[in-house]
């Protein structure tokens, strides 16, 4: 009899309906963890996403390793930012032998130019931001059909958080006295959110870092810390401090604390996502020139 109940059981289990497998995540690679960390709010549960310069790495001068070359090969869709910023990438497409789609996610963007140089960091303004973000979901879409539900709605729910964030940062300039609005940074990672925000930055170092700021360079910055009455330099989190340290102790501007420019910071950090590093650097900024 129970020999009897078991069998009839299988074949009660055999006529069931099979449980729908669930697609396996999308393999998504970033150049780094800014464009990571996008790609995670637009994708959501169906990505994979990892990072070839990780939280802390300077993206402009990264020296791309073996298992960069797998994580490569192995992608579906590779994520990066253009404008000469990963000028290391194309060479290590090539040897991985991949056959990723590479999404430029600057695509549509106004590019500033720094002399004959265009100014990668784009991401700096919110509303650039924003773009970024809807051409990581078009990809997506394209390379997932079946989730483009999903990365409509992530995407729609992200550019919200998006919109807040910008008028958060534009209330907190506005509370800056307008000729206070001058500071010093390392390199010139903040043209973007200068033309968008109202707040100067002024740096010894290009749009890379990948060059040292001369003699005649530092010696400009200091006259004009002097002549302007700039209050604040600020350290970045990718850079050697020495060089502001240096300038502050020339000039008797204050250190006003360390901006986020090209990375993140790692999850118990100050800046884990985007929105977390734009609000801690304008937090920086209006205590450090708000008075």
Known sequence: MIRLGLVLMTVLLGCLPARAQQPAP????????????FARN??????????????GGDVHVYTPTPADAKKVADARLLVVNGLGLEGWLPRLVQSSGGK??????????K???????????AWQSVPNAKIYVTNIRDALIAADPAGADVYRA???????????LDAEVRQAVATIPAEHRKVISTHAAFGYFAETYGIAFIAPQGVSTDSEASARDVASIISQIHKA??????LENISDPRLMQRISAETGAKIGGTLYSDSLTAENGEA??????????IKALTGALGR
């Open 111 to 121: 590019t500033r130019k720094l002399g004959s140089e265009s100014d990668p960091h």
């Open 272 to 281: 884990p996502t985007y929105i977390d590093m734009v609000r801690h650097n």
């Open 26 to 37: 999308l393999g998504v690679v970033a150049s780094f963890s800014i464009l990571a960390d």
């Open 154 to 164: 992530n995407t729609a729910a992200y550019l919200a958080k998006l919109d807040a």
């Open 100 to 109: 990723a789609v590479i999404v430029t996610v600057t695509k549509g963007i």
């Open 229 to 234: 009455k700039i209050p604040a330099v600020f």
């Open 42 to 55: 637009v994708g959501g549960d169906r990505v994979a996403v990892s990072s070839l310069v990780g939280p």
